[in-house]
């Protein structure tokens, strides 16, 4: 195929387009938590991100959770530098919509938050969540701290053996480092899809209980 027809291929640095130096303005608060969006984090908060397809539906399921303190979607893992969600949506960014999740660790345990990963969303299909196909769609697992890399690898294996007893197929999730994913940064969204799926209750949402449970 010609070079930006196919999204499902991941592109490489020297591919990716140039970008901006100057994100976003978005909201100092979350519109449902009214926690801050940006850092700093209160003390002892730990900072997770998560790919699951369209970003909306992905960041409600953790806004909802016990324990976490801020949500907010942005786009991680490639290489353009304040990337647009329209340049995201051409899969010549590297990026994967991604859910900022700040949460604290005495309050709600990683166990929980893989749980919600790995249950509302098909991590067996590479580069694509139902209609919605592209690398910017994959699944994945930026990780903040050694910690939550051995237990996002941990529960991978877990919910492999759950998806293989009920006779699904293998897992595409990228598990990596966030320093590791193309140039490392988050990138946030634009304000109006921070909290998206509060401001329009009846907007697109592909999210929900999808093949198997992760307990």
């Known amino acids: 195929m010609l070079f930006g027809t196919d999204k ?9 387009l140039p970008g901006r130096d100057v994100g976003f303005e978005i909201a100092d608060r979350h519109v449902v938590l009214g926690t801050p969006l940006t850092e700093p984090w209160p003390e002892g908060h730990e900072v997770l991100y998560v790919g699951m397809g369209c970003f909306w539906g992905a960041e409600r399921i953790y806004w909802q959770t016990d324990g976490v303190y801020s949500t907010a979607v942005g786009y991680m893992g490639g290489w353009t530098t304040n990337p647009t969600y329209q340049e995201t949506c051409t899969a010549r960014t590297g990026h994967a919509e991604t859910v900022q999740v700040v949460y604290d660790p005495a309050k709600v345990s990683l166990e929980t938050l893989f749980a919600r990963f790995w249950e509302n969303h098909d991590p067996t299909t590479l580069h694509r969540q ?6 910017q769609y994959r699944s994945a697992i930026f990780t903040t701290t050694p910690e939550q890399q051995i237990a996002a690898e941990h529960s991978r294996e877990k919910y492999q053996a759950a998806l293989a007893d009920k006779g699904f197929g293998k897992i ?5 480092p966030a320093e590791e994913a193309g140039d490392g940064v988050f990138y946030y969204a634009e304000d109006y899809h921070q909290g998206y799926l509060h401001k329009n209750p009846g907007g697109y949402c592909n999210h929900g209980f999808c093949q198997a449970s992760y307990a």
Do not use: F, K, N, P
């Open 8 to 16: 499902t291929r991941m592109i490489t640095a020297d591919e990716a």
């Open 130 to 135: 139902g209609g919605d196909i592209g690398t």
């Open 172 to 176: 595409t999730t990228q598990i990596v």
